[in-house]
């Protein structure tokens, strides 16, 4: 059973500081999905990576992937206010014919002014 | 830009009744799902479908059924409402398998 692991789970951290949310995953996998999500709204998909090595960026936000680590960071620069929301971290796992995504518990984030 | 739709967006029911909680795409996915997830929670995947008359159930136990009559429609329906189901369901499509899911708007369901 694939199990996804998220630290931390809430984070509060000031403007302007830097920090890192961290995904682990029990099983071998090639693909994990970003997605943010703010209160008492739906997700919104961030990033997509899709192999070993991978670094994509938006804004003030990075994700990578190590997949020999089963690991993914989502690193965040000179944190602003709008990024208060919570962070999901999913991995997808296949067989049978099937692919499902496993979701990780959430890193709820607040940025302090 | 997504667009998969979801009704009702809010809904309050009594013990007992039957609901159906609406989910449409407009892309022409062939891979719908369904997610439930309790406040301040994870999903978990409860219904998938990769195409028409195809549906399967997901990795958490769930009362509810679903059906696939249309691509672009995927309905979940719970005969006999109960508190226990008092959460909120997420619908998602993706073109193919493995690809980035996008998620509709949620129910966000209360029996009493």
């Known amino acids: 059973e694939l199990k996804v692991e998220q630290n931390p789970l809430f984070l509060s951290m000031q403007e302007g500081k830097n920090y890192t949310i961290y995904c682990n995953y029990s099983?071998?996998?090639?693909?994990l999905y970003w997605y943010r999500q703010d209160p008492g709204k739906s997700l919104e998909s961030l990033f997509v990576?899709?192999?070993?090595?991978a670094v994509k960026q938006e804004g003030r936000l990075m994700a990578s992937l190590d997949t020999k680590a089963r690991l993914s960071t989502l690193h965040i620069t000179a944190a602003v206010h709008d990024l208060s929301a919570t962070y999901f971290c999913a991995v997808e796992h296949s067989g049978a014919g099937s692919y499902q995504l496993t979701f990780g518990k959430g890193t709820k984030l607040s940025v302090i002014p | 830009e997504a667009d998969i739709y979801q009704t009702p967006r809010y809904l309050v029911i009594g013990t007992g009744k039957k609901i159906t909680l609406e989910c449409s795409q407009t892309m022409g996915h062939d891979k719908m799902y369904w997610y439930q997830q309790d406040p301040g929670m994870e999903l978990h995947l409860i219904h998938y479908?990769?195409?028409?008359?195809?549906?399967e159930k997901g990795d958490l136990s769930s009362e509810s059924t679903v059906s696939r009559i249309r691509t672009e429609h995927f309905p979940l329906t719970l005969e006999s409402a109960r508190p226990s189901h008092t959460s909120q369901y997420l619908c998602?499509?993706?073109?193919?398998?493995?690809?980035?899911?996008?998620f509709g708007p949620g129910t966000r369901l209360t029996v009493t």
């Open positions: 990576l899709l192999s070993n090595g």
């Open positions: 479908s990769y195409g028409v008359n195809s549906t």
């Open positions: 099983t071998t996998s090639d693909r």
């Open positions: 998602a499509s993706s073109e193919g398998l493995g690809d980035e899911q996008y």
